[in-house]
């Protein structure tokens, strides 16, 4: 009887201590579970840091996010980092340090241009040789780097790393965007109209002691360069054709250029932008209506001396333009009966050949990898009359159309991935958009909100945001999108048919 009872009592004792092993087993195993799960969090948050870096994004905010924050980068992506107590530093209106948005009463000499000396001592953070108190670990994981800190200063936002590395990237402040309105024809009533962005409500207002109602006849084209605006005003049949320079943060006219400063009697009318190197290129219509001549022309403006040249081209009706290499490509579209695009070098500014593409070519934009796309209006008259607007594929290399999409496209921009293109039937002003990849060339719609597609006319691209606003013939509203098509709201403008939005985007 007593071997049967210490027998039953061992195998208590045994099956207690296997129970134990067990239990710590499990344990272990939820603790490793818990680790690995948080491995790959900070794997992933460390991953998305370089994948902004490697497209070039900035940090648009830093807002509070339960135990921690969360982190917006220019494109919409964001990322939340939420690993125990992570401190944001940063400089106050009043010039002092701030940590976690309470004052610290310590001077910054950041705001003054001198970068400020951050290190972490015995686990705190110093700035500028002075204990802030705030300790500098976030984590104390081994493996994947983890963000310890975040610190905003010198319009840089910087993240530290436990393992003693750090990555720098540039804060995004969105100021607001000008909207330049052609009117209506014959009127003379183009305009310019600049909103402001308001953080709090992430909407645009409109500001009206930016916005200046004499723009005169058919204003067609504006353009962001340094610190200046550069609008293509094409005037009438009697002239008032001008390239208007223009205060980016005023919005006041600096001064003007007209055909008798580039020394031609002949009608000279500018119709778009580019610029590079310190130039300004605008094409423009030139000729006489009445001696029944006609040109295509290229006028070349330095933003430091306001010296301008003039330069003749082959084709007739110059329109749209960009660059690639030193190269400038300008579409000739003959008012429909042109079929050629011109390369002009601007080392020698020199029209060096001209290419044959489809006929009545307006707009050409550079996606890159040695491809341009451009749009062909739908043409009325001559040998080509009755083809239907149509998007291309022009490559610099070959010199060559490549592609055709077959696709109705009216105006077209260029963004990170797609090409995006706008056109409207005229028939009852319905409107599509239409996005590109530019990866594999595969079309899809743009936008589910169709209603706010009528009278599509124009499209620009923020490439900060990915944000893309598109204007409306005959009508004052400039739909807002997000990059992935979501409806966001719309602006009014004073007048009708927006023909350029330019985006004030500054990083401080």
């Known amino acids: 009887m007593k071997k049967l009872v210490f027998l039953l009592s061992t195998i208590f004792m045994l099956n207690a201590c296997y129970q134990d092993d067990i239990d710590e087993l499990n344990r272990k195993y939820d603790e490793l579970k818990k680790e690995q799960e948080r491995q790959a969090e900070l794997l992933a948050t460390y991953q998305a840091l370089l994948d902004a870096l490697e497209k070039k994004l900035t940090v648009s905010a830093i807002t509070p996010s339960g135990d921690g924050y969360k ?52 686990g705190y953070w110093y700035i500028d040789g002075v204990n802030t108190g705030v300790k500098a670990e976030g984590v104390d994981g081994q493996d994947a780097p983890a963000i310890i800190s975040i610190v905003e200063v010198n319009g840089t936002v910087i993240f530290y790393m436990n393992d003693g590395t750090s990555i720098t990237m540039p804060k995004l402040e969105i100021s607001g965007l000008y909207v330049l309105s052609e009117g209506a024809w014959n009127q003379g009533n183009g305009q310019l109209v600049y909103y402001d962005y308001n953080v709090s409500t992430g909407k645009y207002v409109r500001n009206d002691n930016k916005r200046f109602r004499n723009y005169g006849e058919t204003p067609n084209d504006l353009l962001l360069y340094g610190s200046k605006m ?16 223009i205060n980016a943060s005023t919005g006041e006219t600096i001064r003007e250029i007209s055909q008798t400063t580039l020394g031609t009697s002949y009608l000279w009318q500018p119709r778009r932008l580019t610029a590079m190197n310190g130039k300004v290129y605008v094409t423009a219509y030139s000729g006489s209506a009445e001696l029944e001549i006609h040109w295509g022309s290229l006028a070349k403006v330095d933003t430091a001396t306001y010296d301008t040249e003039y330069l003749q081209l082959s084709g007739t009706y110059s329109e749209g333009i960009c660059s690639s290499g030193k190269y400038l490509y300008i579409c000739n579209s003959g008012q429909g009966e042109g079929n050629t695009v011109s390369i002009v070098d601007t080392e020698t500014f020199t029209e060096t050949a001209t290419l044959t593409v489809p006929y009545n070519p307006v707009n050409i934009v550079n996606a890159g990898n ?55 039937d005229y028939s009852d002003f319905s409107g599509t958009v239409k996005k590109i990849s530019l990866a594999n060339r595969s079309v899809s719609d743009f936008t589910t909100a169709e209603n706010k597609l009528m009278f599509a006319y124009k499209l620009f691209v923020n490439d900060v945001t990915g944000e893309i606003f598109l204007t409306q013939q005959m009508g004052q509203g400039i739909n807002r999108f997000k990059a992935d098509g979501t409806y966001v709201e719309t602006l009014q403008a004073g007048q009708q048919n927006g023909s350029a939005v330019v985006f004030i985007n500054s990083i401080k």
């Open 71 to 122: 982190i917006t980068f220019s494109d919409g992506t964001e990322i939340v980092i939420g690993n125990g107590h992570t401190p944001v530093i940063t400089i106050g209106d009043n010039g002092n340090w701030f940590i976690d948005g309470t004052d610290t009463g310590k001077p910054s000499t950041g705001q003054n241009g001198a970068s400020p000396q951050l290190t972490i001592r015995d």
């Open 370 to 424: 040695s491809e341009l796309y451009l749009n062909t209006a739908s043409v009325w008259t001559g040998p080509s009359a009755g083809n239907p607007a149509n998007l291309h594929i022009l490559n610099t290399a070959s010199k060559q159309i490549t592609h055709t999409f077959n696709l109705a496209v009216d105006a077209i921009a260029v963004g990170r991935d797609y090409i995006y293109g706008a056109a409207c």
């Open 230 to 245: 550069y609008c293509a005003i094409t005037g009438g049949a009697g002239g008032n054709a001008v390239i208007r320079i």
